[in-house]
């Protein structure tokens, strides 16, 4: 079946504008991670969605980062007022949401703010 | 908070060598994964240990994890090309769907 799906897979933008990503997880999962990746670094934690519940968003660095997920599918992370250190590649995963399982991931979006 | 630590941060190896990943966390872990990450690619889930002492074995890939469920290796046998990429430990941390991941090993190798 179809994995998880994200789009834009590259976006070039210019300080301060908004940016939109997109994230299809896997039909059928209802935990939805975002991770962010900056060069040569880990995986940094961003939000948690799981079904209906409150999302976790202790991993957003700022204000400037909000996500959505309607519907208990789509997920769209939005970063307003792009600076040039969110530059980096965002990262979706979705699990059936059991627990701690497997993360299966998208492909990302390269962000690169100039 | 938690952390989890992975050494080294860099590894070449010679085609036909053996490499090692270590991964050390400052908490007991209720299990580790690891996922490997190409070159320009994503994260893919390698394997996850859930016992402790556990020694778990995917063809060329050794993986364990510690007896005090702190630490975990990753051990490959006869480094091949297909080998190369970032290799990540990751550990829940404080809730049951978070996950902390390690910065990861990269791994080249020369043919």
């Known amino acids: 079946g179809a994995g998880v799906s994200q789009s834009p897979s590259n976006k070039v933008t210019e300080k301060g504008k908004d940016v939109e990503l997109r994230c299809d997880p896997i039909s059928g999962h209802t935990a939805l991670y975002w991770y962010r990746q900056s060069l040569g670094q880990g995986l940094e934690f961003l939000i948690y969605f799981q079904g209906n519940s409150a999302p976790d968003k202790s991993g957003l660095p700022s204000d400037r980062f909000s996500a959505e997920r309607t519907g208990g599918s789509v997920s769209t992370l939005t970063i307003q007022r792009t600076q040039q250190e969110d530059s980096a590649v965002y990262l979706c995963?979705?699990?059936?949401?059991?627990?701690?399982?497997?993360?299966?991931f998208g492909p990302g979006t390269r962000l690169l703010v100039l | 908070g938690q952390q989890v630590m992975q050494i080294p941060q860099y590894q070449h190896v010679q085609e036909g060598e053996d490499f090692t990943t270590y991964c050390n966390s400052s908490t007991t872990l209720s299990n580790i994964q690891w996922y490997k990450q190409r070159p320009g690619g994503h994260p893919v889930f390698l394997i996850q240990?859930?016992?402790?002492?556990e020694v778990k074995k995917q063809k060329r890939l050794t993986f364990q994890f510690g007896e005090a469920k702190k630490n975990s290796s990753l051990h490959i046998t006869a480094t091949q090309t297909t080998d190369v990429g970032t290799y990540f430990c990751a550990g829940p941390r404080g809730s049951n769907y978070k996950l902390t991941f390690g910065k990861g090993t990269l791994l080249t190798v020369n043919p």
């Open positions: 995963a979705s699990n059936p949401g059991q627990g701690v399982e497997t993360q299966y």
């Open positions: 240990l859930v016992k402790s002492g």
